[in-house]
């Protein structure tokens, strides 16, 4: 498969979990006014561990474990990455048991605009007994994880003076490579809070 072409003013943010003895990641995209700055990549580390720390561990159990952020630019290919791991790990300190590791909820990234280039999908870690009844979050439980993924939307910078603007990017349109990705802001987030599957979660798949 040919290289992933490069676009400005983007980083790749990759948070990396232990899940009960599996490694498990979430990969984002983001903007900022500032870009590109020296201080960047370190001050979203910096601002997405800050972010997990005041809004998901509380609501997460203490097996799964936020151990890194891994921020890259993609503003040329073969950019270095830097692993963000000041104050981490930092485990979960929801005192409800864990569901099994592939028991998750979809979280739907809206830009306001229609087609599969536009909206993207974040599939949430560490759903707990508390969290569920039947196959459904219960109802306050599913507004507060909407309300903690939607601060991702203008997530608070750490040190500079603008705020990041999470993004979907899309490198393919009707099959087939752009020459320039198109990266769009994401307006807000969404969730039909049916409980869902990511097998790979699983310890021992997806390795």
Same mark, same amino acid.
């Given at each position: ?101 592939? !028991? =998750? ?11 599969? #280039?536009? +909206?993207? %999908? /974040?599939?949430?870690? &560490? ?55 198109? !990266? =769009? ?11 869902? #599957?990511? +097998?790979? %979660? /699983?310890?021992?798949? &997806?390795?």
């Amino acid at each position: 498969m040919a290289p992933l072409p490069p676009i400005a003013g983007v980083y790749r943010a990759v948070m990396n979990y232990t899940y009960d003895g599996q490694e498990c990641a979430n990969v984002l995209h983001f903007t900022h006014a500032e870009m590109p700055a020296p201080a960047t990549p370190a001050d979203m580390g910096a601002s997405l561990v800050a972010w997990w720390s005041a809004n998901m561990r509380l609501r997460v159990p203490a097996t799964l474990v936020l151990r890194s952020v891994t921020v890259t630019d993609l503003t040329a290919g073969g950019a270095p990455a830097l692993e963000h791991a000041t104050g981490l790990p930092l485990a979960g300190t929801n005192a409800s048991a864990q569901l099994p590791n592939n !028991a =998750t909820v979809a979280m739907s990234l809206r830009t306001g605009i229609r087609g599969r #280039s536009f +909206r993207g %999908r /974040l599939y949430h870690l &560490g759903l707990t007994e508390a969290d569920v009844t039947n196959n459904a979050l219960v109802a306050a439980n599913l507004t507060n994880l909407v309300g903690a993924y939607q601060l991702l939307v203008g997530l608070d910078s750490a040190a500079l003076g603008a705020n990041y603007a999470l993004v979907i990017l899309s490198y393919f349109a009707n099959k087939a490579m752009r020459a320039t990705p198109v !990266a =769009t802001p994401v307006v807000t987030v969404t969730s039909d809070g049916i409980v869902d #599957s990511q +097998r790979r %979660r /699983l310890p021992g798949r &997806g390795r």
